[in-house]
T-cell receptor, first 108, second 115 residues
């Protein structure tokens, strides 16, 4: 079993749609969680950290459920520019472990 | 205000040659991570280093791969006797602390092609 698992997608959604990604992690000792965004053939960039209380940044909302060991990302009012691969990350004990990513394509 | 700098950006090697990839972390960062990304796959952890120390190399293949982060100069990922399966993007990332709660900053990656 992979340490961090994500549905690879692709998720094809129309502009303006709301889309949600989930991610599960297997190591209950994981301490911190993040969502990164990676555009094609580019380096990953931090989208947002994920806090136990949940957090929101504009159109993006992240949630953490430690009991079920999953993390979610909600994107509201999707834009064409949101098209990318979204990487879920769990960290702890010297490592940041990345999921394989969920590909999102927002269609005009 | 330079970010993480990796070079070369692109490297072509023939089977059996050596590849050396360099990474200079962001100013003030003393923690370096190397990741490998195969086409259409996720980032796979390879090694975590601090200055002059390898902290965790559990993701490194046991043979042909080595990494260092000397007191002076960049971190280097070295692949000896490359094979076609080594063709990938190699990303370096740095962080300011070792508390694993902070942001990882990535370089633009080094893309290795083995002919």
């Amino acid at each position: 079993r992979k340490e961090v698992e994500q549905d690879p997608g692709p998720f094809n959604v129309p502009e303006g749609a709301t889309v949600a990604f989930n991610c599960t992690y297997s190591n209950s000792a994981s301490q911190s969680f993040f969502w990164y965004r990676q555009d094609c053939r580019k380096e990953p960039k931090l989208l947002m950290s994920v806090y136990s209380s949940g957090n929101e940044d504009g159109r993006f909302t992240a949630q953490l459920n430690r009991a079920s060991q999953y993390i979610s990302l909600l994107i509201r009012d999707s834009k064409l520019s949101d098209s990318a691969t979204y990487l879920c990350v769990a960290s702890g004990t010297y490592k940041y472990i990345f999921g394989t990513g969920t590909r999102l394509k927002v269609l005009a | 205000n330079a970010g993480v700098m990796q070079n070369p950006r692109h490297l072509v090697r023939r089977r059996g040659q050596e590849a050396r990839l360099r990474c200079s972390p962001m100013k003030g960062h003393s923690h370096v991570y190397w990741y490998r990304q195969l086409p259409e796959e996720g980032l796979k952890f390879m090694v975590y280093l601090q200055k002059e120390n390898i902290i965790d190399e559990s993701g490194m293949p046991k043979e042909r791969f080595s990494a260092e982060f000397p007191k002076e100069g960049p971190s280097i990922l070295r692949i000896q006797q490359v094979v076609r399966g080594d063709s990938a993007a190699y990303f370096c990332a740095s962080s300011r602390t070792d508390r694993f709660a902070g942001e990882l900053f990535f370089g633009e990656g080094s893309r290795l092609t083995v002919l």
